[in-house]
């Protein structure tokens, strides 16, 4: 069993920050990626910016420039800065996990994100 857990979404207004955390555990042996994504209804799910071995960032075009993926010093999680918010950065990011306990790809249950003045 591999449990994908996420925090720190909640209500931010326009400019203002946001750090997401991400944990995966159980029984994993690696853990070969950490990524966050994103969706609006009726929208495909989207990347937002994901941490691979070796520590290589991928970002998607919404985060570049405003948001940081980053290590945690706990095992297998990651953290994810978001800054100068938007409102079109509302919505439910959910945290994936890709390890190497079947069927390998994991997801969190996500998080809302509510950019609003």
């Known amino acids: 069993q591999v449990q994908v857990e996420e925090s720190g979404g909640g209500l931010v207004e326009p400019g203002g920050s946001l750090t997401l955390s991400c944990t995966a555990s159980g029984t994993i042996g690696s853990v070969y990626q950490l990524g966050w994504y994103r969706q609006t209804p009726g929208k495909q799910r989207v990347l937002v910016a994901a941490?691979?071995?070796?520590?290589?960032?991928t970002y998607g075009d919404s985060a570049q420039g405003r948001f940081t993926i980053a290590a945690g010093n706990a095992k297998n999680t990651v953290y994810l800065q978001m800054n100068d918010l938007r409102p079109e950065d509302t919505a439910v990011y959910s945290c994936?996990?890709?390890?190497?306990?079947?069927?390998?790809?994991?997801w969190g249950q996500g998080t809302q994100v509510t950019v609003s003045s």
């Open positions: 941490l691979s071995g070796g520590n290589k960032t």
């Open positions: 994936r996990a890709i390890v190497d306990t079947t069927p390998g790809i994991y």
